[in-house]
Every structure is written in structure tokens, then in C-alpha cells.
């Protein structure tokens, strides 16, 4: 989880970040502790720049960027902020222009995420209630996988971003960028044997969600912040980009909620009151009580706008606070099944995962690994297979618990449950049945004779029953 925070008042706009940003690529998602976020954009004005989430565009260092940026724009003079980002986004086709593979990299990116989300649901294909690995067929495995990249792309038909690549047809995708689709596509699902009517259905997938508003891993959001030379008070705009395809930039501005839109208009309907009171007033100069009169209505003005201000910046205020109060509760009031399952999950893999998260900020809720560092993540489907067998046991179990806990009491059944485990991790996952077993029994399955002799040093012969059917 990252912070990012920008505060305004009447004469100055205070932007604050933390350097926590986490890259995701086919193997996994790697977290990095010391990413710059808030940049200088003019020598000469007041006028910052405050990124998050990725903080590489194309492969390229926002730092790098905006030193650039800033280094050709050195004498450069703005009457609003609002002409910042127009200069900017030049600056990015410009810059991103100078390498061939910068598109081939971002769109390596989402094809990346989105594949290894059907390699999620592979996995869980290959797995039944019980945990092992069932065999359908590879052609029902393709079928399957085919639905689930035609919803996802039906997802993105839903919400086309306006007014981009309306004149590229999938063909043209298709012969530009197909063969670097596949390659992804193999790598990421670890070289299973795509069929091609799946094969094809990845591809309508991620044309059609590049050509929509679902944002990718790899997209950046761009904050710029500060004054030019008419502005009367600080201001902020938020853009969000994807990256480059066929040589045009995705882009989406964030609309602001009804009550900030509301409170910004009534905040120009006062700056335009006190622009006329403003010139009433020099008109009337000479005459003394017309001036007056003008005098007085540009002060009501005043006060006016200073109260919205006002206003604004503690609606401003209370919408962060009410973020971090909500993140607060969330990390503090978990579900017990959750709390349960990452403690059985950091004994089933021998401390090399801490515990579980749930991840909330992107589209749906995912789980996460938390790595023995403390700081690095890893989804389900960067898992390696064995690690996936002990993330569904440690879930299982403490859905079992909670049951006993509530009194549905019935035997637990374990049917070669350690056929990916290595000998300390199946003597870890038999210390976690043994304390199981202390409120209901367990029937432990297996034709590894290796694995009976690990049950009865674990629970000892006092409490150990064997049955063999040799």
C-alpha cells in the first residue's frame, strides 16, 4: 500500500508521498523502498509534479522526465496550470519515440497481468475440493480458459476510452503486435500448450482492454500541482496514462465527486464576482461614493472566496483523513478466518511467508502473500505450485477450525495432501494436522511410507494410528 497526499490553501499547494512502488512483470511483482515521487517541473513558477503507482513510464524513470522536462522548458513562462499537461504530454511522445521496443515493453506488461490471472484460474482447475489435481482433459482446460478471456474482454468492449485507436482494427493489432502476445502468453502461463482458439481469444482480450478505460499494473497517474501566473489560488490536475500503442498516448482524466465540482464552480462564480467588483472599482475611482459602493463589493467578494476556499480545502482534508481512518480500521479489524489462515500458511511454508493480505485497490479484491521481508508481495498465481498447495491447505483448515469452533464437529479427511511438499515442509504440514487433531480427528491418507513415519515422530505412538492396506 502506498500514500500519496496533496493539500492547497489560498497561497500554496503542499504535496507529500511516501517511496514505496511495486513493479510487475510475467514472473511475479517485485516492491522497491526507494522510488521518487514528487518532482520540480519549472525553473521559473511554482509548478511540481507528483506520480503514482508505476513510477516508469515505457521503461523510462519519471525522474528522467522531468529533469528533461524541466531542462527545455528552463525560460518557459504559464498564465494557468492547466497548460502544463498539454506541454507534458508532447514531451512523452517525443521522448518515447526514440526506442522501437518501449511499446513492446508496456504491452509485455499487461499482457503479463492479464494472462496470469488465467493461470490463476488454471491452477484452481487443476485442484478440487479435496486438493488434488484432477485431470479433465486439455481441450475442457481450453475451453475454459477460452470463456474466461472472452469475459474479460467483453469487460473491456464495456468501457471504450473515448476518442482512442477508434481507427485500428484487430487486424492491425493482430500483425503488429501478435507475435509478442504469444511469446508473453507462453512465458507467463509457464509453457502450457495454448490451443488456438484460446490463443486467439488472449489476443481479442488485450486489444480490447487497451482500447478501453480498464486500467493496466503499468499505468501511471500524474498529478501536476502549483500556480501560474493568472492563478489565483494553487490548483491541481490528475491524468492517468497507459503507455503507447500504435503512437498514441492512453490517457484518462480523473473527474472530480459531485461536491468538489460543486465547490470549484461556486469558487470561479467568487473569483468572477471579484474580477468585476475588481474593475467597477477602478472605473469609480474618482467618485467617492460609487467607489465606496464598488469597494464594498469586492470585499463581500473577497470575503466569499476566502469562506469556499476555506471550504474546499476542509472537504480536502476530511476526504484524506477519512482514507487513512478507513485503511487504519481495515488493517485492524480483519476476518478471524483470514488472521487464522496466515498463521497456518506462515508454518506450512516454514516462515518463508509471513502471512495473508487482501489487496482492495484495483478493480476486485485479491490475496496476497506477504514475503518473510516483510515488504514483498506475491499474487496467487506468481506462486510456485507446492506454495499454492499450502495456501489452499492453510485456507481449508482454517475454514475447518472455525467450524469445530462453532460445533459442526466431523472428521477431517487427508488424502495425499504432501505430494508437492518437501520432506520439512510435509513434517511442517503434519504439526499443523496434529494440532488439529486436538478437537477433531484426522484421517491422513497416503502411499509415501515416508510420510507415516514424519506422522508418528510428530504426534507420537500414543496419539498415532496406523492402518495399512499392503
Avoid at 489560488?233 to 492517468?240: A, K, P, T, V, Y
Avoid at 465540482?261 to 472599482?281: C, Q
Avoid at 474546499?312 to 481495515?330: F, G, N, S
Avoid at 491422513?444 to 495399512?468: E, M
Wanted: charged letters at 30%.
Amino acid at each position: 500500500m502506498t500514500a500519496e497526499v496533496a493539500i492547497l490553501n489560498r497561497s500554496a499547494v503542499a504535496l507529500a508521498a511516501d517511496s514505496v512502488v511495486t513493479l510487475t512483470g510475467p514472473r511475479g511483482a517485485k516492491t522497491f523502498d526507494t522510488a521518487e515521487k514528487i518532482f520540480e517541473l519549472l525553473r521559473n513558477q511554482p509548478v511540481g509534479l507528483m506520480i503514482y503507482n508505476n513510477p516508469l513510464f515505457m521503461d523510462v524513470p519519471f525522474e528522467i522526465i522531468a529533469r528533461q522536462f524541466r531542462a527545455e522548458n528552463a525560460k518557459v513562462k504559464i498564465t494557468g496550470l492547466m497548460q502544463v499537461w498539454p506541454e507534458f504530454r508532447g514531451h512523452l511522445i517525443k521522448m518515447t519515440k526514440k526506442s522501437a521496443d518501449e511499446e513492446q515493453t508496456h504491452l509485455r506488461s499487461l499482457v503479463a497481468t492479464e494472462v496470469r490471472e488465467l493461470q490463476t484460474e488454471r491452477l484452481a482447475w487443476l485442484l478440487d475440493e479435496g486438493g488434488r489435481k484432477r485431470r479433465r482433459g486439455t481441450a475442457k482446460l481450453d475451453e475454459h480458459l477460452r470463456k474466461c478471456a472472452v469475459e474479460r474482454r467483453d469487460e473491456g468492449l464495456s468501457k471504450p476510452l473515448k476518442g482512442f485507436l477508434n481507427n485500428k482494427s484487430f487486424d492491425d493489432f493482430h500483425r503488429e503486435y501478435g507475435n509478442v502476445v504469444r511469446a508473453t502468453t507462453a512465458e507467463t502461463m509457464d509453457g502450457y500448450d495454448i490451443g488456438a482458439p484460446l490463443g486467439e481469444a488472449i489476443q481479442e482480450m488485450i486489444f480490447a482492454l487497451i482500447k478501453s478505460e480498464e486500467r493496466t499494473s503499468a499505468f501511471t497517474g500524474l498529478v501536476f500541482a502549483g500556480f501560474g501566473e493568472a492563478d489565483l489560488f494553487g490548483s491541481l490536475q490528475n491524468i492517468e496514462l497507459d503507455g503507447i500503442d500504435f503512437d498514441r498516448l492512453a490517457t484518462k482524466a480523473q473527474t472530480q465527486n459531485a461536491e468538489l465540482k460543486s465547490l470549484n464552480e461556486r469558487v470561479d462564480e467568487a473569483v468572477a464576482l471579484h474580477g468585476d467588483a475588481r474593475r467597477t472599482f477602478d472605473d469609480l475611482e474618482t467618485a467617492a461614493e460609487p467607489a465606496a459602493g464598488a469597494a464594498a463589493e469586492a470585499e463581500q467578494s473577497r470575503a466569499e472566496m476566502v469562506d469556499l476556499a476555506e471550504q474546499y480545502i476542509l472537504k480536502r482534508a476530511q476526504a484524506v483523513t477519512l482514507r487513512w481512518a478507513i485503511e487504519r480500521y481495515r488493517d485492524e479489524n480483519q476476518d478471524p478466518l483470514l488472521v487464522r489462515a496466515s498463521e497456518l500458511f506462515s508454518k506450512l511454508t516454514v516462515g518463508r511467508y509471513s502471512s495473508l493480505q487482501i489487496d482492495t485497490d484495483g478493480k476486485d479484491p485479491r490475496l496476497l502473500g506477504l514475503r518473510d521481508d516483510g515488504r514483498t508481495v506475491v499474487d496467487v498465481g506468481g506462486m510456485s505450485e507446492g506454495t499454492t498447495d499450502q495456501l489452499f491447505l492453510a485456507l481449508r483448515l482454517a475454514a475447518v477450525e472455525r467450524s469445530v469452533r462453532s460445533g459442526t464437529i466431523l472428521p477431517f479427511l487427508a488424502d495425499d495432501l504432501f505430494v508437492n511438499f518437501d520432506e520439512q515442509r510435509s513434517e511442517a504440514g503434519l504439526r499443523v494436522l496434529a494440532e488439529l487433531a486436538r478437537s477433531t480427528q484426522v484421517l491422513f491418507f497416503t502411499h509415501h511410507r515416508h510420510l507415516a513415519d514424519i506422522a508418528l515422530k510428530v504426534v507420537g505412538a500414543d496419539k498415532h494410528s496406523l492402518c495399512s492396506l499392503d
